[in-house]
């Protein structure tokens, strides 16, 4: 798979490189912010990349969401910019269940506004007492009189207070449904989340009593947890995508590093330790980077029969980007310990991604019950 890429996929790495090249200048300063950065949400808007995350149909680039060439996208963001990546990542995630289940007035009023960055997507699903156990949920929805009622709280919301809207689990009877919630909507408030060592926007919402259509349900009542699944088994494996830009990055800055700076008269990229630390995170990146081209192109074909194995390289390459940023501090000596540095940056930034969107305990219980079902 590497350095066999279709002419689409070398297409949208090339595009993604440029809009990357474009924030260079700023992206430290947009890292270390927790609202918005206007400088990189309008050079989002003014690329094409969005389109990436929603059907032709609806103003799309291919005629579905296609997993590699996501993934493609954020490796080249993630190595500039957090910042950027994660504005680019939320388009699918947030939206891929309007894409997946809405109506079509849904998908006509939203998905276009998605694609084009007029509207920018959140998915609302952690709660204060619900992080990996989605179904202790505590937020509801009843029907009254034709309306639904949401009442409720969702915490550490990625783009909550910049979102267009947002996808929301909730308790509907005795099941789960997904609601599409508008941002302007009456009882909804927006609060700061806690600062995190890698900054980005985050936030928490209240649902006092907010008023929807009957019509804000996505799919059949009753079936978010398909829907969350379906939006996993896509987009997930681009989490590992990311993972290996930021190995990328790091390992880059490390090795720059190393083969400028002597010590005992010669290249510390030719110390024995130091060259050991240098050739075990090339072998992590690349084995992450193969593993995750060829699940994303697995995942493309069915990403559903695939999610245990987006899982697995997710937690390849988050595990991995952890071990490269550390190994990339130790070869740069104290330079790798400067605060507002590059490295500082990845080291802060590679920690978060062992949680996120299935935290790794979570994602070996799954990849462990495959692998059983799997031996013969």
């Known amino acids: 798979m590497i ?18 090249a474009s924030v260079e200048s700023f992206a430290m300063e947009a890292d270390e912010s927790s609202t918005l ?26 005629e579905s969401v296609d997993p590699l060439a996501v993934c493609l996208a ?25 894409a997946r289940a809405g109506s079509e007035e849904q998908r006509h009023e939203w998905l276009p506004k998605v694609a084009s960055c007029e509207t920018f997507a959140a998915l609302a699903l952690t709660e204060p007492v619900a992080g ?32 267009g809207f947002y996808t929301t689990l909730a308790r509907d009877g005795d099941g789960y449904s997904l609601l599409l919630v508008p941002a302007d909507v009456d009882g909804l408030a927006v609060e700061p989340a806690p600062e995190l060592i890698a900054p980005h926007v985050l936030g928490d ?4 009593d907010v008023v929807l259509p009957a019509s804000a349900r996505l799919g059949e009542p009753g079936q978010a947890f398909g829907h969350v699944l379906a939006t ?8 590992a995508g990311a993972a290996v830009g930021l190995m990328e990055g790091a390992l880059e ?30 072998a992590d990146l690349e084995s992450a980077r193969f593993l995750t081209y060829e699940t994303a192109s697995m995942a493309a074909q069915d990403a559903a029969e695939n999610l245990d194995r987006s899982s697995l390289a997710k ?40 949680i996120y969107e299935g935290a790794s305990e979570v994602l070996r219980l799954g990849i462990a019950a495959r692998l059983v079902r799997e031996v013969p």
């Not at 350095?3 to 990357?20: N, S, T």
């Not at 080249?76 to 269940?97: E, N, V």
């Not at 090795?255 to 330790?273: A, N």
């Open 37 to 62: 950065h206007e400088g990189i949400a309008e050079a989002l808007r003014s690329s094409a990349l969005s389109e990436l995350m929603v059907p032709a149909a609806y103003g799309g680039r291919f």
């Open 315 to 354: 937690l390849h390459a988050t595990e991995a980007a952890c071990r490269v940023v550390d190994r990339s501090v130790q070869c740069m000596g104290r330079w790798g310990l400067i605060r507002g540095s590059k490295i500082e940056k990845y080291y802060r930034q590679a920690r978060p991604m062992r």
């Open 74 to 98: 954020r490796e080249a963001l993630m190595k500039t910019s957090s910042h950027l990546d994660s504005l680019f990542a939320l388009q699918g995630i947030g939206s891929y269940a309007i």
């Open 3 to 20: 350095g066999q890429l279709e002419a689409k996929h070398e297409a949208v790495r090339a595009e993604a490189r440029v809009l990357a």
């Open 205 to 208: 919402l209240t649902f006092n």
């Open 132 to 163: 990996s156990d989605l179904k202790g949920i505590t937020t509801t929805v009843e029907e009254r009189n034709g309306e639904l009622i949401l009442n409720g709280a969702k915490s550490f919301i990625s783009n909550a207070g910049v979102a």
């Open 253 to 282: 800055e490390a090795v720059r590093h190393t083969r400028e700076r002597e010590q005992f008269g010669r290249p510390l990229s030719r110390h024995g330790p130091v060259a050991s630390l240098l050739a075990d995170s090339w």
């Open 232 to 239: 996993l088994a896509v987009f997930r494996i681009s989490v």
